[in-house]
């Protein structure tokens, strides 16, 4: 019988049972009942630190009998630095830099207070250290009217980016647009939030309406399911740092 149009493709089934982690001139290795693992375009795998290589096979040993390719977030990144960053590495650094430009963080509420008040204490002490420690001076907005940020600050984010390796450059991308901040993405990147904390940041607006109208549940699965990817990309960086 064949499928309907709408019927959904079937999942790659696992083809392997053993997972581990070699070390060879290249880098660090992901292998598959003691094959290397490939890039989708057929590239050998590799990753700079043995960190960045057990997090992608923990991924690989976790799967079941399908292959959960969407849950793989740490593979889709290794991956995309191996074969997209490269090529197109002005281009990722500017859509950084976007983000910076109509960044979530600066864009507080004019109402009620109380919302007013938690931005604040949430954004406020990222900001300032943004602005000291990398000299990015973000103008602060009250309501949704976009507001030009300095290009001084915006060609500084863009640079940061550039000056990272493939695979920081690919987590940041991630990370700018998981959260709608290069500010938060940033602040991963260099450590001075987890992942989960900056996740909460970034949605300290939508924490605001549940504890006044309730917790939808599809949003809920929604929201575990990004706090997941936020540790993910916590973990990631500081696989990196470990190179």
């Given at each position: 019988?064949?499928k ?12 392997y ?6 070390e060879?001139?290249?880098g ?24 960045i ?20 977030h ?9 074969e ?18 109509s ?15 938690r ?61 709608g901040?290069a ?39 929604r ?21």
């Open positions: 019988m064949r309907g149009f709408h019927e959904p493709a079937e999942k790659p089934r696992r083809f049972k053993d997972v581990s982690v070699g060879d001139a290249a660090f290795a992901v292998l598959l009942d003691g094959r290397a693992l490939r890039t989708p375009k057929g590239q050998p795998f590799r990753a700079p630190s043995r960190e290589a057990e997090q992608v096979a923990e991924e690989w040993a976790a799967q079941g009998e399908t292959l959960e390719l969407a849950t793989m740490a593979t889709r990144l290794a991956n995309t630095a191996l997209s960053i490269s090529q197109n590495r002005e281009a990722v650094a500017g859509q950084v830099a976007q983000y910076a430009a960044d979530l963080v600066c864009y507080f509420a004019e109402g009620p207070e109380a919302l007013v008040s931005q604040v204490a949430a954004w406020g002490p990222v900001l300032e250290r943004a602005q000291a420690e990398e000299g990015l001076s973000f103008v602060r907005a009250a309501g949704i009217v976009h507001r030009e940020q300095p290009s001084e600050t915006l060609e500084k984010v863009r640079a940061l980016a550039l000056e990272l390796d493939d695979f920081a450059l690919s987590g940041l991308a991630f990370g700018v647009a998981l959260f901040s500010v938060l993405g940033i602040a991963v990147l260099r450590g001075w939030l987890g992942g989960e904390a900056a996740f909460e940041l970034s949605r300290v607006d939508e924490a605001f309406q549940e504890e006044k109208w309730g917790v939808d549940a599809e949003a809920a699965e929201a575990d399911k990004l706090r997941d990817e936020a540790r993910m990309l916590e973990r990631w960086f500081r696989g990196l740092d470990a190179a």
